[in-house]
């Protein structure tokens, strides 16, 4: 069974840091790209950042965000520095795969990331 168990998230004032865990089970860690996306109410869930072999961002948290992996510990991190309103959103961790034809795919269950005065 997989699972990807997230924590961390909660309330920060504009200017602060958060850091989210991932915890995966269940699947060969270290060959899946691991991700971190998030959503806001009434839009499509976007991709803040990912990591394999290379990583990438979005342009909206190049410079704030840093994505990170522990394959010991089958965890993946994202460090939220200077965090400003409009990173308010429910985060949540991915897991994919591309194997032949075959697509994996599996997500976390959220956490809220709320950025207010």
């Known amino acids: 069974q997989v699972q990807l168990v997230q924590s961390g998230g909660g309330l920060v004032h504009p200017g602060g840091s958060l850091r989210l865990s991932c915890e995966a089970s269940?699947?060969?860690?270290?060959?899946?790209?691991m991700g971190w996306f998030r959503q806001t109410p009434g839009k499509q869930r976007e991709l803040v950042a990912s990591?394999?072999?290379?990583?990438i961002y979005d342009d909206s948290v190049k410079g704030r965000f840093t994505i990170s992996r522990d394959n010991a510990k089958n965890t993946v991190y994202l460090q939220m520095n200077s965090l400003k309103p409009e990173d308010t959103a429910v985060y949540y961790c991915?897991?994919?795969?591309?194997?032949?034809?075959?697509?994996?795919?599996?997500w976390g269950q959220g956490t809220q990331v709320t950025v207010s005065s």
């Open positions: 991915n897991a994919e795969r591309k194997l032949m034809s075959t697509r994996y795919n599996y």
């Open positions: 269940g699947i060969p860690f270290s060959t899946y790209t």
């Open positions: 990591m394999k072999s290379d990583t």
